[in-house]
């Protein structure tokens, strides 16, 4: 068919020309003349054709190729590395294009290197390495240069020359060599030298040696020479501006001392000089940002304009001392071993679980960002980033001295002021340096007690500051204790920033409610509770007891405090969350231990549970106890104050007569907890078995003891409620049995706070049951293991819950005890046999 047949001859037709051009390649390759000699790599340097140049030759491939080209023909092919550090270098780290040379005289060293002065003839392309044993040898191709148009070449020439003479006049070149290269007539020849003999890049001088064509080569060298053109320009304005920057400090240099001349006679003396010139000594080793050294430097010279003996010199001369005696860039370094900062807060505080954790992570993740510091992965200030931390909680839990044993454990330098009672602004930031007697705030002056930028500083009783027309100390605060601020803290005295990043803040308060909340906010909260009966006693066998031995002369086998006698002491002698009176007893018993071995009366003093009232006087506080049995109208309560928890008991009468009286000090939210549960009983009266008319037309009283003792809060209402449905339908409650939650009047248990001083103080007292708001339940983990084991819990949710756990018989005996009127001499029988008065009146 005629269109397969034009197929075929299309497909045909490159296969004829492609077999052409084959053959064609492979008799130009036939007619290539190609030469073996020994090959000399250099390092770091190209030569090119027509140059005459010494090789100093080291290596043995080197030495042994030069050799072999001394006693052959004398040709020797000098090609360059691509990477000079080698030694041996492989096909790879050789170019493919260097120069053949003639060696035209030879000389052997007597250290084993070889000298030798060859001259470069032609470009030479390797088409094959063969590596001997000794040195290497090449297949090469002579390459010829490729001319160009002639007028393009005598203008290029013209400008290279133009451009040749600028450069050298900045270069340090022999004149001769610069004579030599004006006089080249040949283009290819120009270009050569002029790359042989100014600096060039190893890959740019290699690139001008693959070059044949001579007009492109002097393009590439002109490019070349205007970029080393400017390269001098620009470090011609650099030697300039840094001549002028030279002069301008000299002329400073000649009118400060003029100055100094013309001072010293005026007032005969040199004491001010030397003041002067210490202190800028001591400036310029402060390493102080630039703004700041200006403004620093500004005082300084005013300082060197005054009279020495003028008010305003010596205001001047306060101000440069604080400034130079400051820790502007030193710090310490943080021990940032977890198990030895462990050691150290366990060694010197007993319990604080919470707070030592906090510490021992704040180690781990400084520790993390040094090593990611280290790896370039963040900056050394996100290292140096220190938390703010306020301790809250009663006096005496050991909230300021575990700031001293945190400073410890970091390894760092310990500053405390005491903000009690600070009213005033510059107590924070200074005063200005226009007032008499002026000097920096206390954060300044306790970081130049410290001596570095990274102390732990304690800011005590934070809480307890004031505020007056002179300005609120705690705004003040803000600037100091927020993170994003506080890297630019300035001082009204200092007038400059001072970077207070690196500061690990810690401040202590009795009550949260008084830190101001935007203060707060910018502190992380971390609250101490009051220490348990059993926290005490190992506090005072750990810490207290050798502390007050050593501080009253005695040694350790002179005196025995038994166990029996500290816990008696604990709970019948001190009423307190801490153990500040703990130690003012431990001190008082082994002074008058001490008195007795003074005298010779004894040489051991054994102090027991029994004596303490020999040596203390009578017990000063009562522990209240649980009710030998079950009482009508009477609930058994839980309280909780800053020195820990108790139980307490709830009474109610019903009387003849109208209304609700309550007594006992009881704060207004009690009233009100009294009062929901009235509601709660009068709208389930029917279902107790309650007559209406008992609540209508009977005085209801409830009493809260002791009188004298102010109390408050929703925590009662369960307690309230119990007792109350107890008076009311005569149904005994429980006397082993303390609870604790606020009501509401459908029925409902809230939860409420304190639970773990509450329980502790309830099982002190004897109680075994309680009865708590269900939502309490996570606040049990808080309470000892032991405890939680020797006691029985009763979450709850509703008043039905409460009252089947707290009366006797639980909500069935409310059933049977269905009276329907109380006569004020009648007498309710209990389980038990005995006869027991009724609550009623």
Known sequence: MPRAKKTEIVIAEPARIAREVLSYEQEAEKTVQLLRVPVCPVRGSVIYPSIVQSVDAGRSISVAAIQAAADGDKNLFIVSQRIKDIDEPKKDDLFDVGTLTTILRMRRNPDGTVGTMIQASHRAKVHQYYFGESYIEADIEILEDVDGDTAQTIAMKRELDSRFNEVSRGKNLQQDTIQFIQTLENAGQLADHIAFNLDFKLEDRQALLEELSVLERMKRVLVLLVSELE?????????????????????????????????????GEEEGDDEVEAFRAKIEKLGLLEDTKKEVERELNRLARMHPDSA???????????????????????????????????????GLE????????????????????????????????????????????????????IAKALGRKYVRIALGGARDEADIRGHRRTYIGSLPGRIIQGLKTAGTKNPVFLLDEIDKQGSSYQGDPSSALLEVLD????????????????????????????????????????????????????????IAKRYILPRQITENGLKDNQVLLTDG???????????????????REVGSLLRKAARKLANGDLKRVRIGESDLEKYLGAQRHQIERENLENLVGVATGMFYTPVG???????????????????????????????????????????????????????????????????EGPSAGVTMTTSLISALTGVPARHDVSMTGEITLTGRVLPIGGLKEKVLGARRAGIKHIVMPKANTADLEDIPTHLRRSMTFHPCETLDQVLEVALEGGLAALERQAITDIVPSKLVKKPRGKLQPSASA
Do not use: C
Not at 242 to 257: A, G
Not at 385 to 402: A, C, D
Not at 669 to 689: D, P
């Open 231 to 267: 390269l001098n320009q620009a470090q011609q304005r650099i030697q300039q501006q840094v001549k002028e920057e030279i002069d301008k400090n000299q002329r400073e240099y000649f009118l400060r001392e003029q100055m100094k001349a013309i001072q010293k006679e005026l007032r």
């Open 354 to 405: 919470k707070v030592k954790d906090r510490v021992l992570e704040f180690l781990a993740v400084r520790a993390l960002r040094k090593s990611r510091a280290e790896k370039g992965e963040m900056t050394v200030a996100d290292v140096n980033k220190g938390p703010i931390l306020v301790f809250v909680g009663p006096p005496g839990v050991g909230k300021t001295s575990i700031a001293k044993s």
């Open 645 to 711: 928890g108790d139980i307490l008991f709830v009474e109610t009468n019903v009387m003849p007569g109208k209304g609700l009286i309550l007594t006992g000090q009881l704060g207004e939210v009690m009233k009100e907890s009294a009062r929901a549960a009235l509601s709660y009983a009068k709208k389930n009266a029917a279902r107790f078995h309650i007559p209406l008319e008992r609540i209508d037309e009977r005085e209801i009283h409830i009493h809260v003891p002791a009188g004298g003792i102010p109390k």
């Open 565 to 583: 006698a500290l816990q008696r002491l604990i709970q019948q002698y001190t009423r307190e969350a801490g153990v500040r009176t703990l130690e």
């Open 312 to 350: 305003e010199a010596s205001v001047t001369r306060t101000y440069l001392t604080w400034i130079t005696e400051l820790p502007w860039n030193t710090r310490s370094e943080d021990m940032l071993d977890l198990k030895v900062a462990e050691e150290v807060l366990a060694e010197d505080h007993y």
């Open 483 to 538: 993170p994003a601020q506080n890297a630019h803290f300035t001082d009204h005295y200092l007038g400059v920033p001072f970077d207070l990043s690196e500061v690990m803040f810690i401040a202590t308060a009795n009550f949260v409610e008084q830190i101001p909340a935007p203060l707060l906010d910018r502190m992380e909260f971390i609250e101490f509770n009051s220490y348990i009966e059993q926290e005490k006693l190992e």
